[in-house]
């Protein structure tokens, strides 16, 4: 998702919470801001996000948020808090197929998608918990036809995601 704005402006994209008592939205910023990047916002599906990075088993996977300690749920609902004014980046992440489960994944005709984050997953796996449905987050360009096919948002999170520039409201 992109928007247009103004040169030098960089866009914030709000996220909607809806399982959260202590505010209702937070502002999420780009990893790679600079042209030429080659990285790109895609809007994902929290739960598929989650399913795929489950299934990593190269990194660090975390436990469930109601299995963290106090100051970690503390400190991220902190950090993320709209009224900080350090906007806080999206979660960085990398997509890559693996042979399914079952026979069907042996023969080579099934495959399932695997994320692991670069950086991000605590918030990723926080915003899940406080009800965030779609969030962006950043990818590199070779990647994005896959993350779209494996985590992509529905079409309706491009209305209940809005994008401002500088924080300011749309």
Wanted: hydrophobic share 40%; charged share 25%; with cysteine.
């Amino acid at each position: 998702m992109s928007s247009a704005e103004p040169l030098g402006a960089e866009p914030v994209w709000i996220v909607p919470l809806h399982n959260h008592p202590w505010y209702d939205h937070v502002r999420l910023k780009r990893v790679f801001v600079a042209d030429g990047t080659r990285h790109e916002v895609v809007l994902v599906d929290a739960r598929k996000l989650l399913c795929c990075a489950d299934r990593d088993n190269t990194d660090y996977v975390l436990k469930p948020v109601n299995e963290w300690h106090s100051g970690k749920v503390r400190g991220i609902r902190e950090f993320l808090d709209p009224a900080n004014p350090r906007i806080p980046q999206m979660p960085y992440v990398t997509v890559s197929t693996r042979r399914g489960p079952g026979l069907l994944g042996w023969l080579g005709l099934e495959r399932e998608g695997v994320v692991a984050f670069r950086n991000g997953q605590h918030r990723a796996r926080y915003l899940a918990e406080a009800g965030a449905r779609w969030f962006p987050v950043e990818v590199h360009e070779r990647e994005v036809t896959l993350l779209r096919e494996v985590c992509g948002a529905a079409d309706d999170a491009r209305t209940a995601i809005r994008t401002s520039i500088d924080g300011a409201t749309p």
